[in-house]
């Protein structure tokens, strides 16, 4: 891969790299479309990396289709599919990982410690191994893309980073290789997510900016709405991840995850 990506960099040839872990949907697929725009040379990665899963999480559920997926890439017209191994990725005796310190605490960070170690270190590896000019992900993973943007400046990787909307289903679900997992009552279920964040809108318009009294509201939904219980719902300013107590002017990234018996689902809305 990495002789590849060295070649097409000497001849001058732009490379965008869309990392997944696989399982691909139409969310991903916009992801290609946006490389594909702006990129010669489309790669996209597709490795389920082990690092960024917790020893209770879903690694051993996590759905694949291979096949499905390599034909979803030659449609989009994806250059090069790059499909390590776990062995091949990492030394049996790694010791060297990216950490960050801050942007990492809250949200996923308090219930998944180690994921965002996970993440950054092997998005380091793929920008290492693919030499990519731009990356692009998904708002959908909102504090990633914003952990992914601090690496990028504060380790000077030259890479550009670009982001790409939500993808959702018709009523609304957030796209999700996880959303295989769930049970035809979690599916139903899944909607609260969506349903919270467009509650803490409408109640923003009609001009309730207390956070406290949002949260109140749509714990109480949840409440009735679902037995899946809320991992966090959080309103922090969209660039520090500072949790806020009340909505003013800038950006407020309103961001959630519920855990269901067969997944844990995540959804966010940017209040501007
Ligand atoms: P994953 O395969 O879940 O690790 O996701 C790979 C990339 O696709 C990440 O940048 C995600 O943020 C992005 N992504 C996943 N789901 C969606 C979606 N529904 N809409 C847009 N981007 C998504």
Redesign the pocket.
Known sequence: MQDMALTWRRQGQIVGL??????L????L??VRLARAQSKVVVLSLFVNPTQFGANEDLDRYPSNIERDLAYCEAEGVDVVFMPKADEVYAEDASVFVQEQKLSQGLCGMSRPIHFQGVLTVVAKLFNLCLPDLA??????AQ??RLIRRMVRDLNFPVEIIS?????EEDGL????RNSNLSEAERGEALVLRKSLLAIVDAKTFGERNVKRLRAMVEEFLREATLGTLDYLEFVDDETLEPVGHIEDRPVLVAMAVQFPSARLIDNIVLT
């Open positions: 869309v990392p997944t872990m696989g399982f949907h139409e969310g991903h916009s992801l692009v992900f998904g708002e959908k993973d990633q893309l790409g909307p939500i993808v959702r957030a796209m999700s290789s």
